[in-house]
């Protein structure tokens, strides 16, 4: 039987519903102090959010035990607009793999969009569908929401242009290729075969990959109105076969626009490398006597200085572990003072730890300049001299062995110590690619987050 509040509360979730828009976009269930109970898509947002809420529905019939167990602890509902339903789903994903709602089930583990790669660094690029892009010598266009219409688009588009999507090794400057017997991809038109010769580097990179990489990069209209007009002259003579195999072709390259941009739809997932070598050589810039295995990475956000959070992104030997991402909603600063905002997070972080109540970092890495470093390093020592008559609390003498650097942008300085001149790694160095990977992390989170709900206060309470 429901209380006079179930029935208030409902009737208040119903009402703010009536306010939502009937376009796509995104849906957040919320408790009382906004925390996000479950993320979900829409393409018409009212209409999906209703259905949660219909009067009489019998949710544990139709939605299982689970939702109707989260819709009972729900006290409000948001929602963010997108431009389309390829937006909310690129979306959905970020955010619940950011925020990791507890009854979104799927999306919270490190699976990926697809993209397609084309591997520009070669003499003869080939063109590949892939969740784990080159490091460099790439260009990438995605992330693609299904895997399944890309892997059926690429056929169309070989096609068309012939580009090769073999993995051979194939160089302009190697004498044996005019003896080599290309595939039978060459035999039905749908390969250019530079493997044989077939065509020189000059051509293939500016009729092939050029070709292709201006029909990703533009509307499609000339692809498509020729296979409008082939489509049309095949039903004209009653070839409806062949009709409907251009009508599919036009749907699948149509379906090349469900796709994100690299830039925008980041999945740092992707870029990871492998950590090993990169920690061998911290332990070394930074001179632990023991191996660094607990990075926790540290960076605000703010907008004209409301709204300001900062973000703490936790990495063990090398790798994201989500469980230990945290955010603070900025309590004591006002406007906008980036330096006082990462004091506060480095106090509030580290408080716990410094009453021994909670482990140390091997390193804390803070996005930013040695103004920021300074800011850190004064914090924490603030808080040592603070606890230091009080024998008690044991967590100020391992913060001992806690070493704490930041990471500009732009020259990519790395500072140890405020006292010392920073280190300027090289580009391809593995120590400096997984600090830019935690800072770049703690970034994303803070800003990812905050920019798309700006306005809207549902920032998870930090500690």
């Not at 929401?145 to 999507?165: N, P, S, Y």
Request: with cysteine; hydrophobic share 35%.
């Amino acid at each position: 039987m429901a209380t006079a509040r179930d029935k208030n509360r409902l009737e208040a979730i119903r009402t703010r519903i009536k306010d939502f828009p009937t376009g796509p976009g995104l849906y957040f269930m919320k408790t009382g102090d906004d925390k996000v109970l479950y993320i979900g898509k829409a393409r018409n947002l009212r209409s999906r959010a209703a259905s949660y809420f219909q009067q009489g529905a019998d949710l544990i019939a139709s939605r299982g035990p689970k939702i109707a167990e989260m819709i009972a602890k729900v006290e409000s509902l948001d929602f963010l607009e997108t431009d389309s339903e390829v937006d909310a789903m690129l979306q959905e994903a970020r955010l619940i793999k950011d925020i990791r709602p507890p009854y979104n089930t799927n999306l919270i583990d490190d699976k990926t969009f697809p993209y397609l790669e084309i591997t520009t660094g070669d003499d003869f690029p080939g063109v590949y569908i892939t969740r784990k892009p080159r490091s460099r010598g790439s260009r990438l266009f995605g992330p693609f929401t299904g895997a399944k219409d890309l892997r059926e688009v690429m056929v169309v588009l070989q096609k068309i242009f012939r580009f090769r999507t073999c993995k051979l090794d194939i160089t302009e400057n190697d004498p044996n290729r005019r003896f080599f017997r290309p595939c039978i991809l060459y035999s039905i038109k749908q390969c250019s075969a530079p493997c044989a010769g077939k065509i020189d580097k000059a051509r293939y990179r500016k009729t092939v990959i050029g070709d292709l990489v201006r029909f990703l990069r533009s509307k499609r209209s000339v692809v498509l109105r020729r296979l409008k007009k082939q489509m049309d002259e095949a039903a004209r003579v009653l070839d409806y076969e062949r009709a409907s195999v251009f009508r599919d072709r036009i749907r699948l390259i149509e379906r090349l626009d469900r796709r994100g941009s690299p830039d925008q739809d980041v999945q740092p997932e992707v870029f990871a490398a492998d950590p090993t070598e990169a920690l061998v050589q911290l332990r070394k810039i930074l001179q632990t006597p023991e191996s660094v295995r607990i990075i926790e990475g540290i960076d605000v956000a703010n907008i004209a200085g409301a709204e300001a959070v900062g973000s703490l992104v936790k990495f063990i030997d090398g790798r994201p572990f989500k469980s230990g991402y945290r955010r603070f909603k900025i309590k004591t600063v006002k406007g906008i003072d980036d330096y006082a905002m990462i004091a506060e997070v480095v106090r509030r972080r580290y408080k716990y730890a410094m009453q021994g109540r909670e482990l140390w970092p091997d390193l804390i890495l803070i996005d930013g300049g040695l103004g920021h470093l300074r800011a850190a390093q004064n914090a924490l020592d603030e808080m040592i001299a603070a606890n230091v008559d009080k024998p008690q609390d044991t967590g100020k003498e391992a913060s001992g062995n806690t070493k704490i650097a930041s990471i500009a942008k732009k020259q990519e300085l790395i500072y140890i110590s405020p006292g010392t001149k920073p280190l300027n790694l090289p580009t391809h160095s593995p120590a400096r690619k997984l600090l830019q990977y935690v800072r770049d992390e703690a970034h994303r989170f803070a800003q990812h987050y905050h920019h798309i709900l700006r306005g809207k206060k549902m920032l998870n309470k930090g500690s």
